[in-house]
C-alpha cells in the first residue's frame, strides 16, 4: 500500500518538477551548444578561439542589441497573434528626423540650421514620438478596420521606407552633436537593450497588461468576452512596439554618427527570427521576453561565428534561414503536442 502511494506521489511530482523548468532553458542550451560548436571549429580551420577573443564577443553583443531593443517590441505584437513587417523602416525614418534635429551648429550643412545644437532630449523624444505615431498607425488599422496585420504593417513598412528616402532626398544627415551620439558609444546601446528588456520582462508577467496581451494571443473571442477591450488593448501594443522601434532608430543614428534612409533594411526579419528562435508561438499567446533576449544573442552568435569561420555572407543568410524554418516547425509541434495533451 506505502508503495502505490509512493509511487502516485512520485507521478504526481513529476509534472511538477518539469514545470519548475524555465522554459528558456532548452532555448539557452541551444546557445551554449552553437557557442561549443565554433569554439571547436574555430581551433579546427581557423586555429584560433572563437569564445576567448573578447573583443570579437563585444562587438557581437552591440551589433544585436538595437536588434534586441526591436525583437522586446515585436514579441509582444506575436503574442497577441500578430506580426510587424514595419520595425525595420520605422527604424530608417527616425533615423533621419531624429538625426536632422541633432545637428551641430558647425555643420556647414545643417538641414534645419535654427535647430542646431539641441539638448540630447530633444532628437531623443522626437525619434520616440516618431515610433509611437508608426506603431499607432498600424494599431488602428489592424483593430479598427480589421486588416489582418501582415497586409496593415507591409503597407507601413514601405511607406516609411520612401518617406526615409524623400525627407531628405535621399541624402545623409551628418555632423551630430556628441552629446546626442553619446547615446550610442561604448556599452550604452547594450545597457539600454537590457533595461527596455527588463521594463517589459515585468509588464508582460506581473501586470494586468502582460495578463490582456497573452489573453488575446491565446483566444481573442475569450477575451472580449472576459470584458477585455480588445480593439484598444492591441493598439497599445503596436503602439509599443512602434516606440521602441524608433528607439531602436535613435540608437542606430547616434552608434553610426549618421542617418541614411538604408538603415534598418531586414531589421524586422532578424527582430522577427530573435523572437521565434525565443520560444515565442507565431500562433499568439505563448512567448516570454527572456526568451527573446536569448534568441537575439543566438543570432549574434551565428552571425559572428560565420563571420569568424569566413563563411560567405551569402551561405550566412541561407542557413539564418534554414534556422528560422526549423524554429517554427519546432513551435508547430509543440503546439500539436499541446493541444494533444
Known amino acids: 500500500m ?3 502511494i509512493e509511487a502516485s506521489a ?65 514579441t509582444q505584437v506575436i503574442i497577441t497573434g500578430g506580426i510587424d513587417l514595419s520595425s525595420g523602416s520605422v527604424v530608417g ?27 540630447a532630449i530633444v532628437p531623443i523624444g522626437l525619434g520616440l514620438c516618431v515610433g509611437l505615431l508608426a506603431g499607432l498607425i498600424n494599431g488602428w488599422l ?46 550604452w546601446p547594450v ?7 527588463l521594463i517589459f520582462h515585468i509588464a508582460l508577467r ?19 468576452v472576459s470584458g477585455i477591450n480588445v480593439e484598444a488593448h492591441l493598439i497599445k501594443v503596436y503602439a509599443i512596439a512602434g516606440m521602441l522601434a524608433g528607439l531602436a532608430g535613435v ?20 527582430a522577427i527570427a530573435a523572437t521565434v528562435i525565443g520560444g515565442t508561438s507565431l500562433a499568439g499567446g505563448v512567448g516570454r521576453i527572456t526568451g527573446t533576449v536569448i534568441g537575439t544573442v543566438i543570432l549574434g552568435v551565428m552571425t559572428s561565428g560565420f563571420t569568424f569561420l569566413r563563411v560567405d555572407a551569402y551561405y550566412q543568410e541561407i542557413v539564418k534561414g534554414m534556422i528560422i524554418v526549423a524554429a517554427v516547425v519546432v513551435d508547430v509541434y509543440r503546439q500539436k503536442k499541446r493541444k494533444t495533451v
Open 142 to 187: 489592424i483593430a479598427k478596420t480589421k486588416i489582418p496585420p501582415f497586409i496593415a504593417t507591409l503597407g507601413l513598412m514601405v511607406s516609411a521606407r520612401g518617406l526615409s528616402k524623400w525627407y531628405t532626398k535621399g541624402q545623409p544627415v551628418s555632423g551630430l552633436t556628441d552629446q546626442f551620439n553619446f547615446i550610442g558609444t561604448g556599452i
Open 2 to 4: 506505502s508503495t502505490k
Open 251 to 270: 540608437v542606430t543614428a547616434a552608434r553610426a554618427q549618421t542617418a541614411q534612409a538604408g538603415m534598418g533594411v531586414m531589421y524586422e526579419l532578424d
Open 206 to 224: 506581473y501586470t494586468r497588461y502582460g495578463k490582456f496581451t497573452y489573453a488575446i494571443g491565446a483566444n481573442v473571442q475569450a477575451a472580449r
Open 191 to 197: 545597457i539600454v537593450f537590457l533595461v527596455v528588456a
Open 10 to 74: 512520485a507521478t504526481a511530482s513529476s509534472p511538477a518538477s518539469k514545470r519548475r523548468i524555465p522554459p528558456e532553458f532548452n532555448i539557452f542550451l541551444v546557445l551554449i551548444g552553437i557557442a561549443l560548436v565554433y569554439e571547436v571549429l574555430g581551433w579546427i580551420f581557423i586555429g584560433q578561439s572563437f569564445l576567448m577573443n573578447t573583443q570579437r564577443l563585444t562587438i557581437m553583443i552591440l551589433q544585436v542589441a538595437v536588434i534586441g531593443i526591436i525583437a522586446v517590441g515585436v
Open 93 to 119: 525614418v527616425t533615423a533621419m528626423i531624429a538625426a536632422s534635429v541633432a545637428q551641430a551648429s558647425t555643420w556647414p550643412r545643417a538641414l534645419y540650421p535654427a535647430l542646431t545644437d539641441l539638448p
